[in-house]
């Protein structure tokens, strides 16, 4: 399987809620393992075994422009601890701000927002102003530096996955970059999550996360946005955007999940993402964050352990 292409993450076991990170990639991920973020026949898809796969070296996440689709007019405050807003539109192909957009995962659009060393992760909710087409959020960085900026969505008059687009924003002032290191722990307000699994490139593999407090596992998780997780997963690097949910169609309200969620994750190449989980507990939601590096396995790995069982 050539890993080039892809960055594939999806639910253990179900049917899984893809962000319109796979924009373009309904053509580039196998249907089996991608479900796109509208709200879908899950069977349906699961039946879908033999989509085509088309080569493409474009991942989601990338690029300010997308099957006709622009982000466009971002504004935001220039400088850390200024109260203002985050404004953008989404214009269309004839350039005219779009304001019809199918809801996925209970929101027409999700925005994301990282600085470009994988700090400061948000995820947010803006609101549409139907008259302009206007998306705004109210907005205050915490800290200066470059940040990517990423607008999940789907058209309501596309019938396809939804769309990520991306730009980047400044913030002046002094940036101290934190170099990442690998985590497979993290504590959030007063939680704590594992994340067990490796990241394969080229190959899915299972992603486990638990969530503790106190030492005890955590078994009231909450249906957040129509899932018991959400996790994002960015590339190092060039920030490829995937974000995905962990399930498509099992968190309903008033159900309560954990102390595990399980997602099946592929790496599109060797080496290091940035994950976050989103995760919501008492109605507050958390977001956990992980460093995991992606190895190619050795091959001198495999010819050693066949040598030993000789
Ligand atoms: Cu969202």
Do not use: C
Not at 30 to 56: F, K, R
Not at 236 to 246: C, F, K, N, R
């Amino acid at each position: 399987m050539n890993a080039g292409g892809r960055l594939v993450a999806y639910a253990a076991g179900v049917a899984v809620a893809f962000a319109g990170a796979f924009g373009i990639a309904a053509a580039v991920v196998p249907a089996t393992a991608a479900e796109t973020w509208q709200e879908t026949d899950m069977n349906e898809h699961a039946g879908m075994t033999t989509a085509p796969e088309v080569q493409s070296e474009a991942l989601p996440g990338l690029s300010s422009s997308s099957r006709g689709y622009v982000l466009a007019a971002v504004q935001a405050p220039e400088v850390p601890a200024v109260d203002g807003e985050l404004r953008f539109e989404i214009r269309n192909q004839q350039g005219v701000p779009l304001t019809d957009y199918a809801t996925a995962h209970e929101k027409q659009l999700h925005l994301i927002v990282v600085r470009s060393d994988g700090q400061e992760f948000r995820h947010v909710h803006p609101v549409l102003d139907m008259q302009t087409g206007v998306w705004s959020a109210p907005w205050v960085w915490a800290q200066a530096g470059t940040y990517r900026v990423y607008a999940d969505f789907t058209p309501k008059s596309a019938q396809s996955p939804g769309i990520t687009l991306t730009t980047t924003v400044h913030v002046a002032g002094e940036f101290r970059p934190v170099a990442s290191a690998p985590s497979s722990h993290a504590v959030v307000d007063d939680f704590e999550v594992a994340l067990e699994g490796e990241l394969v490139p080229g190959r899915a593999s299972e992603l486990t996360l638990s969530v503790t407090r106190a030492g005890e596992p955590v078994t009231t998780l909450e249906p957040y946005l129509g899932a018991f997780g959400h996790l994002v997963a960015l590339r190092e690097g060039d920030l490829a955007y995937l974000h995905v949910h962990a399930d498509g169609d099992a968190a309903k309200a008033g159900e309560s999940s954990g102390p595990e969620i399980t997602f099946m994750a592929e790496a599109p190449t060797a080496g290091r993402y940035l994950l976050y989980l989103d995760f919501q507990v008492d109605g507050d939601v958390h977001t956990a964050a992980f460093v995991v590096d992606s190895t190619d396995v050795d091959p001198g790995d495999a010819a050693d352990e066949e040598s030993h069982a000789h």
